[in-house]
């Protein structure tokens, strides 16, 4: 089985880096157990961080100086989004600059791959063996970029799916994600019966469903992957405050609204190789 985590729960255990600031890292799972936080990690800002909003021909001071205080020494690097399943490899900052892509793979220590989300899939990829790692955004149009980037780490990295550590992170959950039947009946084909939930009439999407059936399907053992359980639209703190930025939770009614609630997430690469 996959290990299940909550991450609001983790964060007052104690446990992760980052509880009671604006961001927080967590461990991957390989067989069942955790993977010390300083081999690899990976990790989200939360909502009191602010806009995460990344495009190439804009500045955010905000997330630069965010992700400056995550990384260290380190260096992040980005791609602006465009939901699709195209995964891009980084061997240097300029392997990435102004790139349209998804998701990003690299095996440098000094590298920090970023992905923005804000009720999409943040979908992380970690080689035990080989210390690959890779961050992806799976948006619903994107479902399936798992087995891209995975088949990506095999290809350029020559990953071993044996080794392969999946974290899925913080997104809408089925709780929230109503759809209408021509989006549930695509799922239902493509991903199996269990991507969609029928409750009141309505029918509801788990994106989580959809990817575990990418990952079963391409092979990653059950005991490597770890589900966030946290809802980005609904998840709040024992205060009732919101954990996470949401489009659906903060654009709801607002006609044209604009993404600024987008949270960045990132693999924090600190093996030693």
Known sequence: ???????????????????????????????GNK???????????????????????????????????????K???????????????????GDVEKVLADGIVTNMPNLVPVVTVADCVPI?????????????????KGTGIAAEGI????????SDIKDVCVAIGPHIGDCCYNIDDERADYFSLEFGSDAVIERDGKKFLSLTAANLSVLKKVGVEESNIVVA????????????????????????????ALMTVQAAFSVLNSSKN
């Open 1 to 31: 089985m996959h290990s299940v985590i909550s991450v609001v729960d983790f964060l007052s255990s104690g446990e992760s880096h980052g509880f009671g600031t604006n961001y927080f890292v967590m461990p991957f799972y390989f067989q």
């Open 35 to 73: 993977i010390p936080l300083y081999e690899a990690c990976w990790g989200m800002t939360l909502l009191n961080a602010g806009s995460m909003r990344f495009r190439w021909n804009e500045k955010n001071l905000v997330r630069d100086r965010m992700l400056s205080q995550i990384c260290g020494e």
């Open 75 to 93: 260096t992040s690097v980005a791609v602006e989004l465009i939901h699709s399943k195209i995964v891009v490899r980084a061997d240097s900052c």
């Open 124 to 140: 992380f990829l970690f080689d035990s063996k080989r210390k690959v790692i890779a961050s992806l955004h799976s948006g619903w």
């Open 151 to 158: 088949r990506k780490m095999s290809e350029w990295y020559g």
């Open 229 to 256: 359980s946290d809802c980005t639209c609904c998840t709040c703190y024992p205060t009732g405050k919101s954990v996470y930025g949401s489009f659906r939770r903060e654009a709801a009614g607002k006609e044209g």
